[in-house]
């Protein structure tokens, strides 16, 4: 999780700062950000929504971000809403973060797999992709049929889009076992040197969308054995969390599981869930959907 200034270029915007950037500009930001998609921006990101945003401010050619937000806001801005969403996210994520997740999910699927329908896995705040490649990196061993579905899906669609094509540069592989690069990573040759690409055997059961965690009403999902919703539920507030808690209990099969992040602590929020392990939570009982 980045810090007040979570990248070097949102270093850079502290010292040099060409467009004006008023407290009200970044309150409106906060504001419209948490409308858009509950993100509930600290008070303290002035600097790093400055530095996401002013290399596109520059580019469309308009003065200030006054300008800018006036524009956004504007008809002829609806285009716009993409990029200033894929630019205040935060998407740092690593392959099999939080080991303990996959070692659960093995077990999880190894009682329910492999008995009729399609196990089912969905990763809710995919980013670029590395959650959902870890989990068919452990599904694929565990469902002997091969009969398993993961939904992959964020908000951003810059990052949707770098998950489905798979390629990564080798330093954000170095944790897995040779097997692992063996059996599901291709090593890219000549200008491709340095990354690898996810084989398509593993991309076979994958499916990626947009869908906004805050949205009343998502599409047509299915039923899910597991919910990954990790890392993200920290930037909601409590409201928007417990919203979002009881929506993913409608799509929780009874056996079901929720696994959230290391720091994400739901039991003073919802009495929906139970905890079943670290970090990792079922449906109470009684509130079978
Ligand atoms: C820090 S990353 C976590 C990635 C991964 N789950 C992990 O734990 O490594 C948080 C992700 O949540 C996504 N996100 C933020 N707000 C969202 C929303 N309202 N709906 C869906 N995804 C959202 C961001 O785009 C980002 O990719």
């Given at each position: 999780?980045?810090?007040?200034?979570?990248?070097?270029?949102?270093?850079?915007?502290?010292?040099?700062?060409?467009?004006?950037?008023?407290?009200?500009?970044?309150?409106?930001?906060?504001e419209?950000l948490?409308?858009?998609?509950?993100i509930?921006?600290?008070?303290?990101?002035?600097?790093?929504?400055?530095?996401?945003?002013?290399k596109?401010?520059?580019?469309?050619?308009?003065a200030?971000?006054?300008?800018?937000?006036?524009?956004?806001?504007?008809?002829?801005g609806?285009?716009?809403?993409?990029?200033?969403?894929?630019?205040?996210?935060?998407?740092?994520?690593s392959?099999?973060?939080?080991?303990?997740?996959f070692?659960?999910?093995?077990q999880?699927?190894?009682?329910?797999?492999?008995?009729?329908?399609?196990?089912?896995?969905?990763?809710?705040?995919?980013?670029t992709?590395?959650?959902?490649?870890?989990?068919?990196?452990?599904?694929?061993?565990a469902?002997r049929?091969?009969?398993?579905?993961?939904?992959?899906?964020?908000?951003?669609?810059?990052?949707?889009?770098?998950?489905?094509?798979?390629v990564?540069?080798?330093?954000?592989?170095?944790?897995?076992?040779?097997?692992?690069?063996?059996?599901y990573?291709?090593?890219?040759?000549?200008?491709?040197?340095?990354?690898?690409?996810?084989k398509?055997?593993?991309?076979?059961n994958?499916?990626?969308?947009?869908?906004?965690?805050?949205?009343?009403?998502?599409p047509?999902?299915?039923?899910?054995?597991?919910?990954?919703?990790?890392?993200?539920?920290?930037?909601?507030?409590?409201?928007?969390?417990?919203?979002?808690?009881?929506?993913?209990?409608?799509?929780?099969?009874?056996?079901?599981?929720?696994?959230?992040?290391?720091?994400?602590?739901?039991?003073?929020?919802?009495?929906?869930?139970?905890?079943?392990g670290?970090?990792?939570?079922?449906?109470?009982?009684?509130?079978?959907?």
């Amino acid at each position: 999780m980045g810090g007040v200034l979570s990248t070097a270029s949102d270093k850079e915007s502290i010292f040099a700062r060409d467009l004006h950037f008023s407290d009200e500009d970044f309150r409106i930001i906060r504001e419209l950000l948490y409308d858009k998609t509950g993100i509930a921006l600290s008070a303290v990101k002035n600097h790093m929504a400055y530095a996401r945003l002013a290399k596109h401010v520059r580019r469309l050619g308009v003065a200030n971000f006054a300008d800018y937000l006036a524009l956004l806001r504007s008809e002829d801005g609806a285009h716009e809403w993409e990029h200033f969403i894929n630019a205040l996210t935060t998407n740092l994520t690593s392959f099999f973060r939080e080991q303990h997740h996959f070692d659960i999910l093995h077990q999880h699927a190894l009682q329910h797999a492999d008995r009729g329908e399609a196990y089912r896995v969905w990763s809710s705040a995919s980013s670029t992709g590395e959650e959902p490649y870890s989990i068919a990196m452990t599904l694929d061993p565990a469902v002997r049929s091969g009969n398993y579905h993961i939904l992959a899906s964020d908000i951003d669609t810059n990052v949707l889009k770098k998950a489905a094509g798979g390629v990564y540069a080798l330093d954000r592989i170095a944790k897995l076992s040779d097997q692992q690069l063996k059996q599901y990573f291709l090593r890219g040759r000549g200008q491709n040197e340095g990354m690898v690409k996810i084989k398509s055997g593993l991309m076979r059961n994958m499916e990626f969308r947009q869908i906004n965690l805050v949205d009343r009403s998502w599409p047509q999902l299915g039923m899910f054995d597991v919910i990954f919703c990790r890392n993200v539920l920290i930037y909601f507030d409590k409201p928007t969390q417990a919203g979002i808690l009881e929506h993913f209990a409608q799509y929780l099969k009874p056996h079901g599981l929720l696994l959230l992040g290391h720091s994400e602590n739901i039991q003073h929020i919802t009495d929906t869930f139970s905890p079943c392990g670290k970090t990792a939570y079922r449906l109470a009982s009684g509130k079978t959907p």
